[in-house]
């Protein structure tokens, strides 16, 4: 089956420091791919995706491009801030169920980040 | 406005009680899950329904059950909850895409941590 793997956290970094957090995939066919972000106290947010291979889907300052010869989707951003201390999650959606659509998102472990000013 | 909204945010019940966790949607979305988020952070897709149709049904003990009285609404119900219940259950929507479901994101709720004693 479809499943994602994140490195392992927490990740702690000084205020303008480079991030990345690394994200292999397992899937059949062309997923699309996600990286969500939960804030603390809050529900996921997208934060930025790629729908087919050499897609880079950015936000907010992070990267992430879709890599189908590693199956890799590897998180980036070149300074991070306090505010973007969060868990962050790769995730993947390969499959459509039925007619109706409905799609079903498989999710890494997440990566708990805190950065430090 | 909220776009996706739970209630409660909090629930501390006992063990053997039934309860309620209730979701809606104002986006207009077809589709709609429950997630549970366990106490290191893993998420896990329980649910899906479309239209007021179960369309995605993970392993799930029985004592759980999803209703949806129109598709704006996805509320869960547990029997004789348990102490490995205690999770934060989070509810999500997407829109029906049909075939195209995989490339759009999923919208989440808060959360609703529950807490069996």
């Known amino acids: 089956g479809n499943s994602v793997t994140q490195m392992e956290g927490p990740v702690t970094l000084s205020e303008e420091a480079f991030l990345t957090i690394n994200c292999t995939y397992t899937?059949?066919?062309?997923?699309?791919l996600f990286w969500y972000v939960q804030y603390p106290g809050e529900g996921l947010q997208l934060l930025l995706k790629?729908?087919?291979?050499?897609d880079k889907g950015s936000n907010k300052g992070f990267e992430a491009t879709y890599r189908k010869e590693t199956t890799s989707f590897h998180l980036e951003k070149g300074s991070v801030q306090v505010s973007d201390s969060a868990v962050y999650f790769c995730?993947?959606?390969?499959?459509?169920?039925?007619?109706?659509?409905?799609?079903?998102?498989?999710f890494g472990q997440g990566t708990r980040l805190t950065i430090n000013p | 406005d909220t776009a996706v909204s739970q209630t409660p945010k909090y629930l501390v019940t006992q063990m053997g009680n039934d309860k309620s966790i209730k979701c809606e949607q104002n986006?207009?979305?077809?589709?709609m899950y429950w997630y549970k988020q366990d106490s290191k952070k893993f998420l896990k897709i329980m649910f899906s329904?479309?239209?007021?149709?179960?369309?995605i049904n993970e392993t799930v003990p029985n004592r759980f059950s999803p209703k949806s009285p129109d598709k704006a609404h996805l509320n869960l119900h547990i029997n004789s909850l348990e102490l490995g219940d205690s999770a934060v259950y989070f509810c999500?929507?997407?829109?029906?895409?049909?075939?195209?479901?995989?490339?759009?994101?999923?919208?989440f709720g808060p959360g609703t941590r529950l807490t069996v004693t």
């Open positions: 329904y479309n239209n007021k149709e179960l369309i």
């Open positions: 790629a729908t087919k291979a050499d």
């Open positions: 986006l207009g979305h077809d589709t």
């Open positions: 899937a059949t066919g062309y997923p699309s």
């Open positions: 995730a993947l959606s390969g499959s459509r169920y039925g007619v109706q659509g409905a799609q079903k998102l498989v």
């Open positions: 999500a929507s997407s829109q029906d895409r049909g075939q195209l479901a995989a490339l759009f994101e999923q919208y």
